[in-house]
């Protein structure tokens, strides 16, 4: 590997470029006409424009990327998250173009990226999975015959992707072909597939997932958890590690279980496999897996001095990991909150423009990971993400005192942001005292 063109957009494409130059890997940046600005264009070697503004014809056009990558003498492609980074399709037409895909296979994408298909690996493995149905649908009346059996509340998902999107809560029988519907066309928009899956709703739950890291050499190691139950919609707002309503026990299962599902699919590469921790029962059930880097992973590369994009790109050229299994996290903590184009007062409508002011915290613990400048323009055709606030520390009292201070100091002017909700945040109870569930910010926060 020696060349790598980075098909992705703002911070983690930034990102990329600073990891492979680590390495001593040239860089060539993919933009689309309305990134020409970015700086993940002027901080790479090289750069190629891969189409208009709209992600469909440029970020989400796998033969113009490959296209591109074989033109500047790329040979190997690095896909961040979003966008084409869990399309097993395309990390094949990578494979079939001579071009290193810096991720896993096609074919544990494939297994592992399609929902249905990860709770059967998950099932074979031994993991316990949440009660839901064995296969996905796209048609409601067959579907509604399988809804009975799985039982309401219930949870329709997005065979095809994550993020929320393609997601509804259904709790009774009269309401389900209405939500199915919304929700199959919504996953269908967003992945190119109709196709919902069900899944018993569980209405007090913390999201836990676990960072994953295999070789070709059939090693495969955890970093222990993150905790994302701050949410709305589905969507994270803020991650932290550890999380701070797991016992030693518990931590240990859960991440015993998500090495040991990856181990036996033979996966190489960065992946995250997540679970949900029913806080009224104690009980933990797999959801799905992610099969790519995390918006959220520099909370783990905070508590374990690591670099996990650098020793994607590593793993990718065929080393093997360059670190062992870690003990468990003790005297280490890190919160990530996910700085948004947002107005949380107007349901976080989105806010594209010009940032006229970009004034960011710095000192003892504050990491910030962002493309954003003073008169930046946002576009309005992408995720809303401006940067991501990590404040890390020896212990979570002292961490979210940092984080006040820290967002209490980030000055944005020109966009709406999220960063007076998080400074409301961390004022909160239920979140300083780790008492709150994923649906905690839409019926309480915000109600």
Known sequence: MQRVLVANRGEIALRAVRAARKLGLQTVAAFSGAD????????????VCIGPPAAYLSYLNGSALIEAARGTGCDAVYPGYGFLSEKSAFAAACREAGLIFIGPSPEAIAVMGDKVAARRAAERNGVPVVPGSHQSFADATLAAAVASDVGFPLLLKASGGGGGRGMRVVTDASEFATQFAQ??????SAFGNAEIYLERFFARVRHIEIQ??????????????????????????????PSPVLDARVRAQIAEAATALVRNIKYEGAGTVEFIYDLDSGRWFFIEMNTRIQVEHPVTEEVFNVDLVVEQMRVAAGDAISFSQPAAPNGHCAVEFRINAEDPANNFRPSPGMVTVWLPPSGKGVRLDSHVYTNYVVPPYYDSLLG??????????????TAKSALTRFKIAGVMTTLPFHARLVDCTPFIDATAHTRWVEQEMLA
Do not use: M
């Open 36 to 47: 020409r600005n970015s700086p993940h264009v002027w901080a790479a070697d090289h750069s």
């Open 183 to 188: 929700a199959s066309a919504e996953a269908l």
């Open 212 to 241: 994953v890291f295999g070789d070709r050499y059939g090693n495969a190691v955890h970093l222990w958890e993150r905790d994302c139950s701050i949410q709305r919609r589905h969507q994270k707002l803020v991650e932290e590690a």
């Open 388 to 401: 991501k606030l990590i404040i890390g520390g020896s212990n979570r009292t002292d961490v979210l005192a």
